[in-house]
Every structure is written in C-alpha cells, then in structure tokens.
C-alpha cells in the first residue's frame, strides 16, 4: 500500500522524522502549559504563539534559498542539532529553576527560526530518496507522521507532566532529534539543487 516504504532510506527517515515530531510536539504542549504555569496569563500564551509564528514566517523567506545552494544533508544535520541544544537548555533551565517567560520566548523563538531552515532542505530532500513513480507516497506518509505525531506528542506530554516532569518532556524532545540525525548520516552526500538541475539540462 505505501511503496515508499521499500526503500530503506527514507524508511529510516521516515521513522525517526515520526519519533522527532511527536517529541516536537510534547515540547509545544510543555511550552504552553509552562508559560501558564509561570505567568497564568492568556496574554503570554499568545505572546508565546507569536515568537512562534513570527521567526517561521520571516525566516522562511531564507530558509528555501538556503536550501537550494546548500547541501540538504548537512542543513539538516545542523538543524537538527541546534534544535537539540534548544530543547537541552529549556529542560536545564526548568530542573534548575531559572526559567522566566522571557527565557521560553527566546528559545521558542530561536527553535522557530531553525525550523524555517529545517522544513524545506526536508521538503527537498526527499526526491532523492525514492522514485519519482513513488514520491505520491512518500509525501502521504509524511503527512500521515504529522499527523500521528500531532496525537501522540501531546498524549505523551500529558502523561509526562503527571509523572517525571516538565523537564523530562524537553530532554525527551533532545533526544529525539538524534534519531533524524543517524538516519541522515546514513544518506551519502547530496548535491545542491542547483547542480542537479544543471545536471538534467
């Protein structure tokens, strides 16, 4: 049923993109239930959606260029570990107690802004990881690991919060970006958008 699946590559992808997503999405329900736990004030939640949505819109501009003359493989590497890092502080800061709504908007933001870098060098990537005759697929398995991961992050992250912790939820989220990681250094070296159009002319 999902052809795509047959080849490795994106079969490891796919699944540590699945684990990376569900973990992104406890950190965005431990973010909010922090932000009110620190504040409890509706105006910081929606502060707390902007520094979200803002960086993602604005970075965005630069993130699909980047992509084009870049090597998706390292972009994504790099993402993935600054991503990693942001989640590592918030959860330091939150078991040490220096956590101020000052400091989850910065980060918030911060991990926004790599998103927008981290989203399309992904988006371009995956061409390169099965054929064309396949690709309907691919992409109907990565909208479907949105999906699951957009119900189980925040199941998770529920069931966190009730038992090890705010903290936990962020060096969780940490972890799972090693997962995309291992499968990306799995992929050989790919080449910059560019080059391949050059090549197909």
Known sequence: RFPALQHRSFRRLWIATTISVSGSQMQVTALRWHMNELTGSAFSL?????????????????????????????IIMGTQMLLAANALFLGWFTLTHKDTPLLLFLLNGIGAAVIAFDNPARQSLLPNLVPRDHFSSAASLNSMAFEMATIAGPMIAGILLNTSGLASIYFLNAISFFTVIMAIRSLPPLPPKTEEMAKSK
């Open 46 to 74: 929606g502060m707390l959606s902007l520094t979200r949505f803002f960086p993602l819109i604005v970075f965005s501009l630069f993130g699909g260029a980047f992509a084009d003359s870049h090597d998706r493989r390292r």
